[in-house]
């Protein structure tokens, strides 16, 4: 499990994903959220605008992230 540090109090689903580098660009992350290859909290989510706050978890191909606040 990775943990990823945010300075506010959310980050939205895509950014997340593309500033974790579990994918290359704004293009992947949204393409992967819609096909449903991305769970937050153990549901899937197709909303890449999706708030991410402290203490969820994002899962993506076997990987997983934690977020923290810093």
Avoid: C, H, W
């Amino acid at each position: 499990m990775e943990t990823f540090f945010i300075k506010d109090d959310f980050i939205k689903l895509g950014q997340a994903l593309k500033a974790a580098g579990f994918v290359e660009n704004g293009a992947m992350a949204k393409e992967e959220i819609q096909s449903g290859a991305v769970k937050v909290n153990g549901e899937t989510d197709l909303r890449r605008g999706r708030k991410l706050e402290p203490g969820d978890l994002v899962e993506y191909q076997g990987k997983t992230l934690k977020i923290e606040k810093r």
